[in-house]
């Protein structure tokens, strides 16, 4: 019989968990279909952003990747400063959307390439090599913008790609869902998944197999800095306005999520539906505290509180037993004894 994912049981229970409180708290307001597309439309940045922290750590040697939002923010506002400046959104709005786009998504993977390149050729340790290119993409961002806030408006094709709903589900959260279908396939189904996961898990195997572990590296954080620019794109299409300090609380929180979602902090193990759970979970407990009438400050009281229970709980593998001793009873030859 197959082994029982007690992670993705947890996930899932405390999703039905969280909705059945909202409702009984809100007398139904929680879970009224604006509600539900409001919170939907919040998940995506951080959410991919949390996809490249689980795609770092999964990739073991001390790996993860501390510069994702300042590199979302760089992608954003150094985008829009460039095409502003060539493209009018009155007047050519697709023209000026794509333009942003391809732009940002250029910014984005060319800041991971550089953190995939100083990790696997320099050989400096992840975290401290993304924490320099924290601050060197942050800085460049405030260099680039002047410390101020960049317009980048909202014509009609960004607003729908930030705000706009098909048959009821906001189009973000659907590009969301696309790209972790893909990255969920190709960590399970390709030839780089499979390696991927091996350096993580056993990086001296990988070397005796022969995996091209530079490559791997590279690609893996390339990988984590375009979905870092495609979370720009999402963030300038949900606001008028791009700025170097958005979303200063989103580190911890793509890191909670990755944790949350039992993506090994000594890599070779993580799963993309997790971490899309893990990533709806913290969006509706963050809409249930704010229904509550909670301060931000506990708020991110109970962020710490969670990826330390969660962090403690990977440790001595409880959830992990739990799933193996109810795989165990649900046996047939457990249930022939």
Same mark, same amino acid.
């Given at each position: 019989?197959?082994?029982?994912?007690?992670?993705?049981?947890? $996930?899932?229970?405390?999703?039905?968990?969280?909705?059945?409180?909202?409702?009984?708290?809100?007398?139904?307001?929680?879970?009224?279909?604006?509600?539900?597309?409001?919170?939907?439309?919040?998940?995506?940045?951080?959410?991919?952003?949390?996809?490249?922290?689980?795609? @770092?750590?999964? =990739?073991?040697?001390?790996?993860?990747?501390?510069?994702? *939002?300042?590199? !979302?923010?760089?992608?954003?506002?150094?985008?829009?400063?460039?095409?502003?400046? %060539?493209?009018?959104?009155?007047?050519?709005?697709?023209?000026?959307?794509?333009?942003?786009?391809?732009?940002?998504?250029?910014?984005? =993977? $060319?800041?991971?390439? $550089?953190?995939?390149? *100083?990790?696997?050729?320099?050989?400096?340790?992840?975290i401290l090599c993304t924490l320099g290119t924290q601050m060197l993409f942050t800085g460049l961002a405030v260099v680039v913008s002047d410390g101020r806030?960049?317009?980048?408006?909202?014509?009609?094709?960004?607003?729908?790609?930030?705000?706009?709903?098909?048959?009821?589900?906001?189009?973000?959260?659907?590009?969301?869902? =696309?790209?972790?279908?893909?990255?969920?396939?190709?960590?399970?189904?390709?030839?780089?998944?499979?390696?991927?996961?091996?350096?993580? @898990?056993?990086?001296? @195997?990988?070397?005796?197999?022969? %995996?091209?572990?530079?490559?791997?590296?590279?690609?893996?954080?390339?990988?984590?800095?375009?979905?870092?620019?495609?979370?720009?794109?999402?963030?300038a299409a949900r606001n008028v306005n791009v700025k170097w300090d958005y979303g200063t609380s989103y580190l911890l929180i793509a890191i909670l999520i990755?944790?949350? !979602?039992?993506?090994?902090?000594?890599?070779?193990?993580?799963?993309?539906?997790?971490?899309?759970?893990?990533?709806?979970? $913290?969006?509706?407990?963050?809409?249930?505290?704010?229904?509550?009438?909670?301060?931000?400050?506990?708020?991110?009281?109970?962020?710490? @509180?969670?990826?330390?229970?969660?962090?403690?709980?990977?440790? %001595?593998?409880?959830?992990?037993?739990?799933? !193996? !001793?109810?795989?165990?009873?649900?046996?047939?030859?457990?249930?022939?004894?």
């Open positions: 019989m197959r082994k029982l994912d007690g992670r993705l049981v947890i $996930l899932s229970v405390l999703v039905l968990v969280l909705l059945g409180a909202g409702g009984l708290v809100s007398g139904g307001t929680y879970l009224s279909l604006f509600n539900l597309q409001s919170m939907a439309t919040q998940v995506p940045e951080i959410g991919l952003l949390a996809i490249g922290v689980m795609l @770092a750590m999964c =990739a073991g040697n001390g790996g993860i990747d501390l510069s994702g *939002i300042a590199l !979302a923010n760089l992608a954003g506002v150094a985008s829009g400063v460039v095409v502003t400046q %060539f493209v009018s959104a009155t007047e050519a709005p697709w023209l000026f959307t794509l333009a942003f786009a391809a732009g940002a998504l250029v910014v984005g =993977a $060319l800041g991971g390439l $550089l953190n995939g390149i *100083i990790i696997a050729r320099l050989g400096i340790t992840p806030s960049v317009t980048i408006g909202s014509p009609d094709p960004m607003y729908e790609l930030g705000n706009g709903v098909i048959l009821g589900v906001p189009y973000s959260f659907l590009i969301f869902l =696309a790209v972790a279908l893909v990255l969920g396939a190709v960590l399970r189904f390709t030839p780089f998944g499979m390696r991927l996961m091996l350096t993580g @898990a056993n990086a001296k @195997a990988a070397d005796f197999s022969g %995996f091209p572990k530079k490559t791997i590296f590279t690609v893996t954080y390339t990988l984590s800095g375009l979905l870092a620019g495609l979370s720009g794109v999402i963030i990755a944790v949350m !979602a039992g993506v090994r902090p000594e890599g070779g193990y993580g799963r993309i539906v997790c971490v899309v759970l893990s990533a709806v979970v $913290l969006q509706l407990l963050s809409s249930l505290l704010n229904f509550i009438g909670l301060s931000n400050f506990v708020r991110d009281f109970a962020w710490g @509180a969670l990826l330390l229970s969660f962090l403690a709980v990977g440790r %001595f593998g409880l959830i992990e037993s739990l799933a !193996a !001793a109810v795989t165990s009873a649900r046996s047939p030859r457990a249930s022939k004894g």
